[in-house]
Structures are given as structure tokens and as C-alpha cells.
């Protein structure tokens, strides 16, 4: 089943077209990765995905529902999460902080709804803390739980990111990057936790510079160049494409 479609979505910046109808389709479960690059358009891809960004044409339905003109926050509520190539977390504040924060921003009650019905409101922040705490266990972060977000290392706040996205339980995760910076080691672990995300049946898109890593782990790939999709497939006919290799490498024409 189609989870996020993408149809004909063309954003522009006076005049500069960051997307010219673009048009994408993830099913539920897919990991897909879109490649291409500076400038080719893939944050702006995920900036209107997620409601950043209005597109001035296209539309964007999510589960059979249009989102294209929704809020970052509408679009949260309604299952998609995404984690920042800039990570965007309190460092004043510890690993389960900022988790927890996330999670009441977005998915809270109101203050009315708790005032009114304060056992429920309870109940629901149990709950909030029991799906916290499975983040941070599944994403290996329980040594640093209380440690303040600003004194960890940049390999693990990038893993935090990740974790702060998980913390609202999205069907689809957007993640911008996710392994940038980080060592050969940390790379591996977080492809480990891409690939488990997948498989707990959360659909993934990622956008990520390492064509490695993009070849040996996507479903399928998307290549952006100048805001154009250039070539769409599984990787290995992606990377066989002729338009894909003149874009990457300058060869061909
Ligand atoms: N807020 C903005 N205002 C003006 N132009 C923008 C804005 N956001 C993106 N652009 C332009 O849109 C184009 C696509 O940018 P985008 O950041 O989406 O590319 P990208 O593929 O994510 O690049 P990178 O790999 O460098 O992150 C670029 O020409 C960029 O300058």
C-alpha cells in the first residue's frame, strides 16, 4: 500500500526552483533513500513532507489524507517524525528531558483536557514515560539518560536526534543525514538502527551522502539533481543509470 505519495510538487525561492515537479511514492514499510547532490533539492523534499515548507504546486497525501498545506505540528500528529541534519534537541537539558519534551509538545493533552481529567492525563504520562524509555533502550542510549544533551559527544547527540523522533512513535521517520560527521564505527551503528527501525515496520526515508551505505541498505532509491527526479529504482539499477553516473561522476555526455 502507497503510504506517502508525492505528486508533482514544485517549490520555488524567487524565481530558483529548489523541487520542479516532483513526484515520489513510499509504501508502508519501505526504507527509501534520496540521493543527489548539494543543492539537488532533498532537505527542501523533507521540508515540505513535513510541513516546513508550502509547495506552490503538487500535493502531498499521507496515508490516503492530504497534508500538503498542514503544519509541521498537524503533520507530527498524524504519524510522521523527522530528525534533523542540524540537531535540533536542548543541550541544557539531559537525553530523557528532551525526549519527554518532544513527546508533550506534540502529543500531548491540553492543559484544559488535563485539568479536567487529571487521571487520565496520568495515565497518559505513564504511558509517555514507558515509550521514552524503550527509545532509549532501543536506540543504546541508556548510559547517558541524565547526561546533559550539550557535554555528549556528536556522535551520540546525532543518535539522540533519532531517538527525539522515535519518541513520537511515527510511522513514517524522515531522517536528514543521519550518519554525517560520525565515524566508521558510529556509521555502522546507526545503519544497524535504521535497518531495525524498518524492520519493527516503521517506513524510513533517508537522505544520505554515503553512497555505500544508500546502495547496501534502500528498498529503493530516488535521485534528485537541480530539483528534478533524474532516476527512481532499486539500487542496484540506479546505480547501473546512465543519467545517475553523468550526474555523480560527470561522465557521459
Ligand atoms: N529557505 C530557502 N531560501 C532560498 N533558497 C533555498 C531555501 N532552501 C533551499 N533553497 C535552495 O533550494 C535549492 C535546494 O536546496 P536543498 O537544501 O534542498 O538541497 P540539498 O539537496 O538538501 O543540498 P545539501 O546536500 O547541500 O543539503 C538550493 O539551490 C538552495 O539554495
Do not use: C, W
Amino acid at each position: 500500500m502507497v503510504q506517502l505519495l508525492v505528486e508533482n510538487v514544485t517549490l520555488t525561492f524567487g524565481g530558483v526552483a529548489a523541487l520542479s515537479a516532483v513526484s515520489l511514492e513510499v509504501r508502508r514499510g519501505e526504507l527509501v533513500s534520496v540521493i543527489g547532490p548539494n543543492g539537488a533539492g532533498k532537505t527542501s523534499l523533507l521540508n515540505v513532507i513535513s510541513g516546513f515548507y508550502r509547495p506552490q504546486r503538487g500535493r502531498i497525501l499521507f496515508e490516503g489524507q492530504e497534508i500538503t498545506r498542514a503544519s509541521p505540528h498537524e503533520v507530527t500528529k498524524r504519524g510522521i517524525a523527522r530528525a534533523f541534519q542540524n540537531i535540533e534537541l536542548f543541550s541544557g537539558l539531559t537525553v530523557l528531558e528532551n525526549l519527554m519534551l518532544a513527546r508533550h509538545t506534540h502529543l500531548a493533552y491540553g492543559l484544559l483536557q488535563a485539568g479536567l481529567f487529571y487521571g487520565r492525563a496520568l495515565a497518559e504520562e505513564v504511558a509517555n514515560r514507558r515509550v521514552v524509555e524503550e527509545v532509549i533502550d532501543f536506540m543504546e542510549l541508556e548510559p547517558y539518560r541524565k547526561a546533559l544533551v550539550g557535554n555528549l559527544p556528536y556522535g551520540v547527540r546525532k543518535r539522540v536526534e533519532v531517538a527525539r523522533a522515535l519518541s513520537l512513535s511515527p510511522k513514517l521517520l524522515l531522517l536528514d543525514e543521519p550518519m554525517a560527521g560520525m565515524t566508521l564505527e558510529e556509521k555502522e551503528d546507526m545503519v544497524r538502527f535504521v535497518l531495525e527501525i524498518r524492520a519493527r515496520g516503521t517506513t524510513v526515508i533517508l537522505i544520505e551522502h554515503d553512497l555505500g551505505v544508500v546502495m547496501d541498505i534502500s528498498d529503493r532509491v530516488y535521485v534528485l539533481d537541480f530539483g528534478q527526479v533524474i532516476a527512481e529504482g532499486p539500487p542496484e539499477a540506479v546505480a547501473q543509470n546512465a543519467r545517475v553516473q553523468e550526474a555523480y561522476l560527470g561522465v557521459g555526455a
